[in-house]
């Protein structure tokens, strides 16, 4: 069944957009649904009712449903305390990657928008005439964007140092990723290659070509072998301190490539799927029931989350993101500005920041649309059904109608802009995240 709700209740909202004015629980939220503490009123406008009644009439007109698959169609709207739309919005649905909604959450409460991960390269031994005698160490703290660039820069760094050839084992200690690739082995066995440009792969060297125009080529030759270890008992000569990005970009990189392993690591960092769960329901105030996880990701049926539980979660975004001059936009995809990774062939409308999420069988959209007669939308739309572009191509006709029924905002700058104006596509490799310990 399809209810449609309003209220003027507007102290609640104003909680949940981050301003204070009392303790809002769980059973809160809840009342957004079932009136148990709030006097709702339906929404005054039959066509917008019409236009969320008529979605799922056509999901079954295009043949991408039957009428018995509309219970495992999620939708929830809502604008300030009003309710503008719900369909099963409290029923934990297959979520895939807006999961990578609560794993955002999460990390930016535990880490705080500018927490940057670091990875200590350290020596065993003395630098004497271009060699190091000794192992060169990797401490890792859990990077989830360390890849090519950042090797090759931290290479050319050590070649300035004098370090051309290592007479020992390249030590990796800790949890390092090279390029998505978790396995320390692997991971300590790519960076080894990448540390001596006569060994690249196409794959390196195309990374290398898009680095700034006179980047050096790094040589440093390892003879031993890639040695994964717990922690190494030899005293250590510190050479160099690398930071990653920080983690409001991090986050951003990882929901507008919806990129699994980078979702993974951030919710090991925090303490696993558990921990995930329990905290982002925790401060989305909602019960935990809505939001079940076996992963930080989404990969996997199992990974349920409800549309009320998936827009609660956004607005919790936004409230620690608000006192640091940060926005959902800057940490999700945003229409119109953001043309990278699954932003692609979407017609969203401008200006929404959104997360997608995609199984085989299994479609959904998230996100906050500026309007101007409501303010911000916040939505979440999960579809269940084995045509997935059918599903992509039915969302974006909906918001579309939406906004033409509650107007585009006459300003680009709205409360979810980009705290720039713009989304800058982060510099990977830049040397100035490279600290310099050694002292020759």
Known sequence: MLELFGSGLISLWLDMAGVKLKPMQAVD???????????????????????????????????????????????????????????????????????????????????????????????????????????????????????????????????????????????????????????????????????????WSRAIAFQYSRMPKGTPKPQIVITGKVEVKDKVETSQIKLIRHRSLPMAQLINEMNVFSNNEMAEMLAESVGGASVVQSTAAKLARVPVEEIQLINGSGLGQENRISPRAATAMLMAIQRLATPHNLTVADLFPTSGLDHRGTTYARRIPKNTAFKTGTLRDVSALAGVMPTKNRGLVWFAVINKGVYVPGFRSEQDKLLQKMLKDLQEPATASTAVSPTEGKKDIPELGKANRNEILYKS
Do not use: C
């Open 29 to 199: 939220t809840l009342a957004w649904q079932t009136g148990t503490n709030l006097v709702l009123a339906p929404d005054p406008n039959p066509a917008r009712i019409n236009t969320v009644r008529e979605y799922l009439k056509q999901l079954q007109a295009l043949k991408l449903i039957k009428p018995e698959q509309t219970q495992v169609q999620g939708i929830w709207m809502q604008s300030g305390p009003m309710l503008m739309a719900n369909h099963q919005g409290t029923k934990p649905l297959p979520a895939a990657s807006l999961t990578k909604i609560a794993t955002s959450l999460v990390a930016l409460k535990h880490w705080g928008h500018d927490h940057k991960f670091e990875t200590l390269i350290n020596a065993t031994g003395p630098i004497k005439n271009g060699v190091l005698e000794g192992n060169l160490v990797v401490n890792a703290s859990g990077d989830p964007l360390f890849v090519w660039e950042e090797a090759i820069t931290i290479a050319n760094e050590l070649n300035k140092m004098g370090i051309k050839r290592v007479n020992g084992n390249l030590v990796i200690v800790g949890k390092f990723a090279m390029n998505f690739q978790r396995n320390p082995q692997l991971a300590g066995q790519a960076l080894k290659r990448a540390f001596n440009s006569a060994t």
